[in-house]
């Protein structure tokens, strides 16, 4: 089970963290994405981690604001979001799978998405 909190409304250019603890199973054995949905829109990639932490990857639109991360002890990966800006609004979403990739379908498990608005 994945649960994903953090979200909320903040103005353009400031930051929010998202984390998403995971229960249930052994969650350095899994890959963790952060995926979002912006209303009316397709569920895009974000942002990846590999199960050490050591691979990351990130969609364009984010490369230099976010940071992807993970606390294996305390299961939980996080997602800085930094100069946030008003396209970033959507329900953002972590999901476990088996490797890194930017394809939801590769991902088995997912978390229940938490609300990130940016006014402008």
């Known amino acids: 089970q994945l649960q994903a909190c953090g979200g909320g409304l903040v103005q353009a250019g400031g930051s929010l963290r998202l984390s998403c603890a995971a229960s249930?199973?052994?969650?350095?054995?899994?890959?963790m994405g952060w995926f979002r949905q912006a209303p009316g829109k397709e569920r895009e990639f974000v942002a990846t981690?590999?199960?050490?932490?050591?691979?990351?990857w990130y969609t364009d639109s984010v490369k230099g604001r976010f940071t992807i991360s993970r606390d294996n002890a305390k299961a939980t990966v996080y997602l800085q979001m930094n100069s946030l800006k008003f396209e970033d609004t959507a329900v953002y979403y972590c999901?476990?799978?088996?490797?890194?990739?930017?394809?939801?379908?590769?991902?088995?498990?997912w978390g229940q998405g938490t609300q990130v608005t940016v006014s402008s």
């Open positions: 999901a476990g799978g088996p490797l890194n990739s930017r394809r939801g379908d590769q991902y088995n498990y």
């Open positions: 981690i590999s199960r050490s932490g050591s691979i990351t």
């Open positions: 249930g199973r052994t969650f350095s054995n899994y890959a």
